[in-house]
């Protein structure tokens, strides 16, 4: 009987979530604005892919849904989730969270797939597993790849599986951000775990200011040059760092795949590590995870509690892209002097989607590159548009993502560029990926990588 009423109540829920969604469909008037900038339109020319295509399927939902709900599925699972329809929509359509919201609808009453629940469930949603399954990878990673000959940074994966066997992947770190992380402000320390011990010198910084660093998973794992960079730079502009030792995900990668149970829990982790009233600031160096933070957090969770709904505001209205924070907070400009060296590398930037399209933030990123003058920077073609990686998408529709990706490769390599930046993380790796299949000896790199080779070129690697 208990079990009864549970799927009772689960189905109330379903339906009302589906009310929700077709008012929300409604306001689409299909004047087609999102067919010209949907990447994967571009490339398939099939109505389906474009959000309008998959708005007239989702008008009606309860209908489509409880008749074909795999196929509604397969359908919007084709999308980067890139946000350019949402953008370009004159009308103000939040497709992107229309199109979440689906997915969550479709899981709730699908039963999810294994290997997604062991992935979402009992492994991100878990930091600490997660964290050590990760590690042991990256001991053994090496047995299964062969490194390319172009793009250094990237191995093949041609010994693992058909599904990996063409893509040159950026491996992971030997050591993890999170075990050589620099001291931490014990001052900073959150009100919400008293059981973390200060690990880390107290050190008072003339700015005054506070921040918190959410690493992310691609930042921690796979790049954590780059987050010491992130800390070395802040440490440089006088400002106290914390960084919490047990951060989790984001949640982006449950979300898109329409688990909001791990969604939900892996938020209820972070609100433990950050208490809103023990920083200034909350700064990230992923566009996608600044993104998730500042608008999925408070339009996707499902707080417990009003204090956790309140907290979680509060830690979005103090997210900062770290672009974005170094150039309208701390004040970073372009360099007005010119290097002697009049054969400077040119260096061009990729604007990731959700730092473009979601946050609007453009102009800052190009500020922070352009602070080092040993680079000449020259826009791309189309450097707005998406690289194809769209986060499982590349996993599911390889195919598509490369084809994508090509053009990408192809603005890129009309620069004439010696390096590529961007502020994302997974960017970086489709970037990686795609300059390598097109053998172009093009570097990708972090905007704050750029920024730190000239900002702290004179400060030892051990003084953070």
């Known amino acids: 009987m208990l079990n009864l009423k549970r799927k009772r109540s689960k189905m109330i829920e379903l339906i009302q979530m589906m009310k929700t969604l077709d008012q929300a469909v409604a306001r689409c008037s299909r004047c087609g604005m999102c067919q010209a900038v949907c990447p994967l339109y571009i490339v398939t020319k099939n109505e389906s892919d474009v959000a309008r295509g998959k708005l007239m399927l989702l008008d009606g939902l309860m209908r489509s849904f409880f008749e074909d709900p795999k196929g509604v599925l397969q359908r919007l699972d084709r999308c980067l989730l890139c946000g350019s329809c949402a953008a370009n929509c004159p009308r103000g359509v939040n497709t992107l969270e229309i199109f979440l919201n689906a997915r969550i609808i479709i899981s709730g009453y699908s039963r999810m797939p294994l290997v997604k629940k062991i992935i979402f469930r009992y492994l991100l949603s878990n930091p600490e597993l997660f964290d050590r399954i990760i590690s042991w990878a990256s001991k053994w990673q090496y047995l299964f790849f062969i490194k ?30 999170h075990k050589i992380s620099p001291k931490i402000d014990p001052a900073l320390k959150p009100k919400l775990k008293p059981k973390l011990k200060p690990e880390r010198r107290k050190t008072e910084k003339k700015s005054g200011l506070k921040v918190a660093f959410f690493v992310g998973c691609l930042l921690d794992k796979v790049f954590p040059k780059i987050a010491t960079d992130i800390v070395r730079i802040l440490n440089y502009h006088e400002i106290s760092v914390f960084i919490p030792s047990s951060q989790g995900c984001c949640g982006i990668p449950a979300l898109s795949s329409g688990d909001q149970v791990t969604f939900n829990r892996l938020v209820a982790h972070s609100l433990d590590q950050f208490d809103p009233s023990g920083f200034d600031y909350l700064v990230t160096g992923c566009a996608t995870c600044t993104a998730t933070i500042k608008k999925f957090w408070p339009s996707m969770y499902k707080p417990a509690s009003e204090d956790q709904g309140a907290a979680v505001h509060r830690i979005a209205e103090k997210t900062y892209d770290i672009n974005q924070f170094l150039v309208d907070v701390l004040g970073v400009k372009k360099s007005d002097k010119a290097e002697q060296n009049a054969a400077r590398p040119i260096i061009t930037y990729h604007d990731p989607c959700h730092l473009r399209k979601t946050l609007n933030v453009h102009s800052e990123p190009r500020l922070v590159i352009q602070a080092n003058n040993a680079y000449s920077f020259k826009e791309m073609p189309d450097a707005d548009t998406c690289c194809g990686m769209g986060g499982s998408f590349n996993l599911a529709h390889y195919g598509l993502s490369t084809d994508i990706g090509k053009k990408k490769v192809a603005n890129i390599e009309s620069t004439g560029a010696a390096v590529v930046a961007t502020g994302c993380p997974a960017c970086m790796i489709q970037l990686v990926d795609m300059l390598a299949r097109e053998k172009k000896q093009i570097r990708v790199a972090h905007t704050i990588e750029i920024y730190s080779e000239k900002i702290l070129s004179a400060i030892p690697s051990g003084a953070i």
């Open 148 to 177: 390319t000959e172009f793009q250094l940074d990237a191995s093949c994966a041609a010994l693992i599986s058909p599904l990996l066997s063409k893509r040159r992947m950026v491996p992971l770190a030997p050591v993890p951000f």
